[in-house]
């Protein structure tokens, strides 16, 4: 079962202690709340430093894509709240950034947009997390050599250290996200071959080449790299994963500092909307069902309405 944390919604007598008359929940929707701390991440929220800085140059570049032409952070940016601002992204071959970015047009047209939403990547190194994507399709799993059970099979590498260096071995050999069409680099045919160890070992040639820039960064890194012939891109994926957890971290809202004790970090007004919503069956409801199931599918929005304490679309037209 996994651990959940804001020790989920709010207990009768902290409401009654915050908004003094207003009736009492219910005893079965009675939820704790509690603030996160470091221990509720991975690694305890600090990875190592060179592997931060590593990853923070890896999601922004463009080498990792078949055609050297987009990278991570185009559709997980920070300008764009860590999404793309876009229904459905627009993967290799688009033009520009966040909302501006365009599928180009006649023959320099993107062959078709990701069928997916962009989701946010805030907090996504909460222990907590233990599936990745909509439908969950990267999920811890100590049956596998990675210790991760993913579309890959045992064809994972077995240094990957968490479940979002896990998730990061895929954008790259997606042919609409990353790896490009056809036969229009060597990344993009073996991505069409189904061959990713193949797709993750070019990566690896680029990042060892010493034009790129890269090799001092992986050393430095990772103990167990002494030269470039030791680089693979499941340690670019773990640096990647470390980045992601450093940076893209934000429990430090009003409502977080409200957890932790400041008791004037929240307006009144926020204060009663919080209670609101623990006095509503179907949206305790949620909380209490959903937020200790493992999720089973739709993991993304799952995620979202967790940690912004907001209920997912799909639950709105039962209100
Ligand atoms: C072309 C746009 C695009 C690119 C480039 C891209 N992503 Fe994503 N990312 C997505 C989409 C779409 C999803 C959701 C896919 C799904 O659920 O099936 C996603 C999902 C994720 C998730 C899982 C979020 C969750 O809550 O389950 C993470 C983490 C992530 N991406 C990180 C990365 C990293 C790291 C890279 C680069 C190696 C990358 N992405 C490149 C579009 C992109």
């Known amino acids: ?44 929220g600090a990875p190592h430093e060179g592997k931060v800085v590593l990853g923070k140059f890896l999601m922004f570049d463009k080498i990792l894509s078949g055609n050297m032409n987009i990278s991570c952070a185009t559709c997980h940016h920070p ?11 627009i993967g290799e071959g688009g033009n520009g950034l966040g909302m501006t970015r365009d599928t180009g047009s006649s023959a320099d047209a993107v062959v078709e947009r990701v069928p997916r939403n962009s989701p946010h990547v805030w907090n996504e190194g909460a222990r907590e997390f233990t599936a990745m994507f909509l439908d969950g399709r990267v999920e811890l799993d100590d049956a596998y050599p990675s210790g991760c059970k993913t579309p890959a099979g045992n064809n994972l590498p077995d240094n990957l250290e968490n479940i979002l260096a896990c998730q990061a071995m895929f954008p790259v050999t997606s042919a609409t996200e990353m790896a490009g069409q056809g036969d229009e680099n060597p990344i993009a045919v073996l991505a069409e071959l189904g061959n990713l160890t193949g797709v993750w070992e070019l990566l ?9 820039g890269y090799v001092e960064l992986f050393i430095d890194a990772f103990e167990d790299i002494d030269d470039a012939s030791d680089i693979t891109y499941g340690h670019a994926a773990n640096a990647i994963s470390a980045y992601e957890r450093v940076f893209w971290r934000a429990d430090n809202s009003p409502f977080d500092r409200y957890l932790r004790g400041d008791k004037k970090a929240m ?32 993991c993304s929005v799952y995620r979202t309405a967790r940690w912004h304490g907001v209920q997912p679309r799909r639950y709105r037209s039962n209100h």
């Open 1 to 44: 079962m996994i651990q959940m944390k804001y020790k989920q919604l709010i207990s009768a007598s902290l409401v009654s202690m915050l908004l003094t008359g207003v009736s009492a929940l219910a005893d079965n929707h009675k939820v704790k709340l509690a603030p996160l701390s470091d221990s509720d991440f991975i690694d305890d």
């Open 79 to 89: 300008m764009t709240n860590t999404g793309d601002g876009l229904s459905l992204p």
């Open 204 to 212: 690896a040639e680029r990042l060892r080449a010493p034009e790129n």
């Open 267 to 298: 307006s009144r007004n926020a204060i009663e909307g919080m209670a609101a919503i623990a006095r509503r069956p179907e949206c305790t409801g949620l909380y209490r069902d959903e937020r200790y199931t493992p999720c089973q599918g739709d």
